[in-house]
């Protein structure tokens, strides 16, 4: 029990600060599971995402109540279409993949790429926006290239959801904070749909003479993760208020190399 629950809160912690970062929660948790030597089941990654996912709601209450109450407003609507196609962007494409029956490579070399090659992209678009003046309005090229950005997440893992929605609205030039809202907006009506979907699924096509889930475990990194997401979600909002995404750049490039020096050692996941 006591091992179920260190594993749960662990996973729900990395998960919580990972899953809106642009630094990968796939990535991280794979190195989770490595260093604790016990690998996390499908399901359990999806609930504690769903729990990340749902717990920032709150935090965009004012943008929430907009789409509520003021959705005769023009700008509003706009707004709207615009999470909305890049919604269905990412979900034709999603659909897509699955009658292709594409199937994620859940192996540690190219999770570090990805990391490696998000990180130099993050390093040398900041450095080429510096002076730049960014536009504070989403427009439906950003629409566009967020739909596309989360396809090439899906099919890269280790790439990121929020790191390449944002990186590809830098590119269009707009502001960090737009970027990153944006980007949020995308990102939770989409994982909660592909969620629902994967634990549907999971619950469903049980594999026979699979251990039983252990609902516990589940709970708790739901929970943890909720939680945990909230508060970071909650200071990044602020961050990008004055800062830039540079730091989180030169991150990803040491986790990657973290897992490349682990794989040079000899290790293998």
Do not use: C
């Not at 700008?75 to 979900?91: D, E, K």
């Not at 990805?114 to 730049?132: D, H, S, T």
């Not at 439906?140 to 396809?151: R, S």
């Not at 991150?251 to 682990?262: C, E, N, P, S, T």
């Amino acid at each position: 029990m006591t091992n179920t629950v260190i594993t749960a809160t662990v996973a729900g912690v990395v998960e919580g600060i990972t899953e809106f970062l642009p630094v990968s929660s796939t990535g991280h948790l794979l190195l989770v599971e490595k260093l604790m030597g016990q690998q996390l089941s499908d399901l359990f990654n999806i609930v504690i995402q769903s729990g990340a996912v749902l717990a920032v709601l709150p935090l965009f209450r004012a943008r929430l109540g907009q789409f509520l109450f003021q959705w005769r407003e023009r700008a509003t609507q706009r707004y709207l279409a615009q999470i909305a196609l890049a919604f269905i962007i990412t979900g034709i494409g999603g659909l897509l993949l699955e009658k292709g029956n594409f199937k994620l490579p859940d192996t540690a070399f190219p999770i570090a790429m990805a990391l490696l090659l998000g990180g130099i992209g993050f390093v040398a678009i900041e450095a080429w926006l510096k002076g730049r003046t960014l536009l504070n309005e989403v427009t439906w090229k950003v629409a566009v290239a967020v739909g596309i950005a989360q396809l090439v997440a899906a099919i890269f893992p280790g790439t990121s959801r929020s790191g390449a929605s944002i990186l590809f609205a830098l590119l269009l030039g707009l502001g960090r904070p737009a970027a990153t809202e944006f980007s949020f907006l995308v990102g939770i009506p989409t994982m909660l749909a592909a969620g629902t979907v994967k634990i549907l699924h999971e619950l469903r096509h049980a594999v026979p003479g699979a251990p039983p889930e252990d609902w516990t475990m589940v709970a708790i990194g739901f929970i943890v993760s909720a939680i945990v997401s909230f508060v970071v979600v909650k200071w990044l909002l602020r961050y990008v208020q004055s800062h830039t995404f540079t730091a989180f750049g030169w991150y990803r490039i040491a986790v990657a190399v973290l897992i490349l020096g682990l794989l040079a050692s000899g290790l293998h996941f």
